[in-house]
């Protein structure tokens, strides 16, 4: 049987704020250079169609990754809480975000706390962008290396408390509360279960406990 949480209660606090780099100082802006690969970067995510609601997409360049237009908006209020992170440089706007752990944070809350779907885009040695990996919030073994890639992300953030008992024809009932401590979100579920557990495996692997 599918999944199925019974109630999730977001708490009123924001996403965790992530530091931006230092910039220059707001009273002279220097002429910013546009790259020829930010530049066929800046093409290429125009003639995309229009992005579904409930598609986030992620552009992958050499040391971080870029969202645009909307999404750049959505990113700097949500998990920056400021919208100097904003880059009017290209052409839709955008906001890069570095890979590692800022990736990771903005990438799990999308998947999780959202529900959305994430593409991640990148150029090949021809300088031709197309979409290399997707993820969905029931399916992240694409995303695996990227989101679990290093030490910090490995350590569990959530907490949870479970209780098993009988059902009805030898049947297990568990019921799972959690509090994700990066997401600031508490959820509960209950699930019924077979001798090896599959389903509270698979929910577990979903929220990342």
Known sequence: GGLALSGVIHMKRKAPILHQ???????????TRVSVDTKQLNNFVRSLPTCPPNIFRFFE??????????????????YFSTNKVIDHSTTPRSVKIKKGSQFQTICKGLLT??????????????????CIKKASPGN????????????????SQVMVAVNISSGERG???????????????????????????????????????
């Open 113 to 130: 706390a959202k529900g959305m779907k994430v593409e991640i885009y990148c150029a090949d040695s021809n300088r031709r962008w197309s």
């Open 61 to 78: 360049k050499k040391e971080e990754y870029r969202v645009f237009d909307t999404q750049a908006d959505f990113v700097a209020q949500e």
């Open 21 to 31: 780099d230092p910039t220059s100082s707001p009273l002279k802006k220097p002429k």
């Open 140 to 155: 992240v073994s694409q995303l695996e290396d990227i989101l679990y890639a290093t030490d910090d992300m490995q350590e």
């Open 171 to 209: 049947t297990r009932v568990v019921g799972i509360a959690f509090i994700d401590a990066v997401l600031r979100k508490i959820g509960i579920c209950e699930i019924m279960e077979n001798e090896n557990f599959i389903n509270t495996q698979s929910l577990f692997f979903q929220i990342g406990a």
